[in-house]
């Protein structure tokens, strides 16, 4: 155990002491991320971080190799394991500090993780065969090289895909870490947790500098090399011949936000139809961004996710049949709820629907409806005529019901005018959205719409928001040109913009009727 904490505490300070030298590096280099479009920062940040990690943690290894010892013993007896492992990680690694520093086309850094994998395989990283349950033992055959390869490349990948937000990441695969270091340490795998203790150091030092807000990024350099790291050693079984299906299936639990990220972004851009290499916005963590929530919120929120998956695969690898059951019960409800909350399976099918062009029934009615609403509005001389045309307007629509209402922070007043559609009853109201009348700051008034969709979503499709959004504008719009007391507020509005809404107030001399006496203002 001493050793594995002098490796942890040796790369933990190796680490500290690296990450702001190369962060002064990769400055001088202009070696920066770049910001807007898919990017969640607003300033440039240093890449190559993984050169840090990288040095952390091979450090303790290289050390140990020269002491006599358990460890060191067994380094020596299975060098090309060894130069597997350092070699193969220092050269993803270098593939990803070339594509961090001057940028690698998709496809050759695909055929550079190939190759890699390839290497990892001839020296030892291998599944030759997979132990199942009931079954026995299932040997890979001519299919080893392939399972294994897609396995290390996987895994790489679904690492570098999850490295969105400041910490995510590293925070990620430090949590990874701790099952196999305990997985390993339980099972007497002295050089997995070796390497296991030597990773944990190395990223925990480096969340210091990477944590929300982020003075530098790990890069492709340090995702690369972390998830290779992970992959392969969750292949040393204890005889280094034979896998079996759990051992395979903890890291996989462990690993479960990247994994799950990268298998629906693969869905998502084959829903799509654009390359399965190009980049976009949909990832998780841009999800709960688009959510409302804040960096620093939406990566604790898969932090834990990840701890919830970190004990779920402990206890599947050393719980016994009932606990491994519970265990993955756990892990598959959390899942799912992750899919659930950030509106995964929503996406596929609103995208799906967008690439064949169908849209709802009601968004349908409203695209009709908007080109003559204008003149209709238009046409009005009294408040009592507008709402009207908004009456009929929301029949048409088919609208499941609205309420309009004065803003009155003092008293509670009754709405100006309601009404509910009765057929609505048979049809799946989806969501009630409410529409200030003008601007936030300005309006006296609101719009409260129960809107309906066809499709069995869990929210009115966006053309549906816009087009109502345009509606209550022009209602707002019509209001204001009235003289109604429902109108936004125009006295209030900045000295700059008055003299436009001023003369988007008042009626022009032939086009419009003038404002009836009887109305309130």
């Given at each position: 155990?001493?050793?594995?904490?002098?490796?942890?505490?040796?790369?933990?300070?190796?680490?500290?002491?690296?990450?702001?030298?190369?962060?002064?590096?990769?400055?001088?280099?202009?070696?920066?991320?770049?910001?807007?479009?898919r990017h969640m920062h607003a300033r440039k940040i240093p890449r190559l971080g993984g050169v840090a990690i990288a040095i952390a943690l091979f450090l303790p290894i290289v050390s140990l190799f020269f002491f006599n010892g358990v460890i060191a013993q067994y380094m020596k007896q299975n060098v090309v394991r060894v130069v597997g492992l350092c070699g193969g990680g220092a050269a993803i690694g270098l593939l990803g500090a070339l594509d961090d520093a001057r940028g690698v086309r998709a496809l050759h850094k695909l055929y550079g993780q190939f190759g890699v994998a390839v290497l990892a395989w001839l020296c030892g990283f291998r599944i030759d065969e997979v132990m199942l349950p009931i079954v026995g033992s299932l040997p890979m055959g001519i299919f080893s090289l392939p399972v294994t390869v897609l396995w290390i490349v996987g895994i790489t990948n679904a690492v570098n895909l999850i490295d969105g937000l400041d910490g995510l990441a590293a925070g990620v695969v430090f949590f990874a870490g701790v099952t196999n270091f305990v997985v390993a340490y339980t099972l007497g795998r002295e050089f997995t947790a070796l390497v296991m203790a030597s990773m944990l150091g190395a990223v925990l030092a480096f969340l210091f500098y990477n944590f929300n807000p982020a003075r530098i990024f790990m890069g492709d350099s340090g995702s690369y090399l972390l998830g290779y790291v992970l992959a392969t050693t969750a292949?040393?079984?204890?005889?280094?011949?034979?896998?079996?299906?759990?051992?395979?299936?903890?890291?996989?639990?462990?690993?479960?936000?990247?994994?799950?990220?990268?298998?629906?972004?693969?869905?998502?851009?084959?829903?799509?139809?654009?390359?399965?290499?190009?980049?976009?916005?949909?990832?998780?963590?841009?999800?709960?961004?688009?959510?409302?929530?804040?960096?620093?919120?939406?990566?604790?929120?898969?932090?834990?996710?990840?701890?919830?998956?970190?004990?779920?695969?402990?206890?599947?690898?050393?719980?016994?049949?009932?606990?491994?059951?519970?265990?993955?019960?756990?892990?598959?409800?959390?899942?799912?709820?992750?899919?659930?909350f950030v509106g995964y399976f929503s996406y596929s099918m609103f995208a799906r629907r967008q690439r064949s062009r169908m849209r709802s029934r009601d968004t349908e009615l409203l695209r009709r409806l908007m080109p003559g609403l204008a003149a209709r509005f238009g046409a009005t001389t009294s408040e009592r005529a507008l709402l009207d045309e908004w009456l009929a307007f929301a029949a048409d629509a088919e609208l499941a019901a609205f309420e309009l209402r004065r803003l009155d922070r003092v008293n509670v007043e009754e709405p100006v005018l309601e009404w509910a559609d009765r057929r609505s009853d048979a049809r799946r109201v989806v969501a009630t959205m409410v529409y200030p009348i003008g601007t936030d700051a300005l309006a006296r008034a609101e719009l409260e719409i129960s809107a309906a969709n066809e499709f069995e979503d869990d929210q009115v499709p966006p053309q549906t928001e816009i087009l109502l959004q345009l509606a209550t504008d022009m209602l707002a719009e019509n209001l204001l040109r009235l003289g109604s007391a429902l109108a936004p507020r125009v006295s209030q509005v900045p000295a700059s913009m008055r003299g436009r809404e001023k003369a988007d107030a008042a009626p022009p001399s032939s086009s419009r009727p003038a404002v009836p006496s009887g109305v309130e203002s």
């Open positions: 155990m001493r050793s594995y904490l002098a490796a942890f505490l040796v790369s933990a300070l190796a680490s500290g002491l690296l990450t702001p030298l190369v962060r002064r590096w990769a400055l001088r280099l202009q070696v920066v991320s770049a910001t807007g479009g292949l040393v079984g204890p005889t280094g011949k034979a896998t079996t299906a759990v051992s395979l299936l903890v890291p996989v639990v462990a690993l479960g936000v990247p994994i799950f990220d990268t298998l629906f972004a693969i869905v998502r851009r084959a829903v799509e139809r654009r390359p399965l290499f190009s980049p976009d916005r949909g990832h998780i963590h841009h999800r709960l961004i688009d959510l409302g929530f804040t960096h620093r919120r939406a990566v604790l929120i898969l932090y834990g996710v990840s701890v919830v998956l970190t004990v779920a695969s402990i206890a599947i690898y050393l719980g016994r049949a009932w606990q491994i059951g519970v265990a993955l019960l756990a892990a598959t409800v959390v899942m799912l709820g992750l899919v659930r």
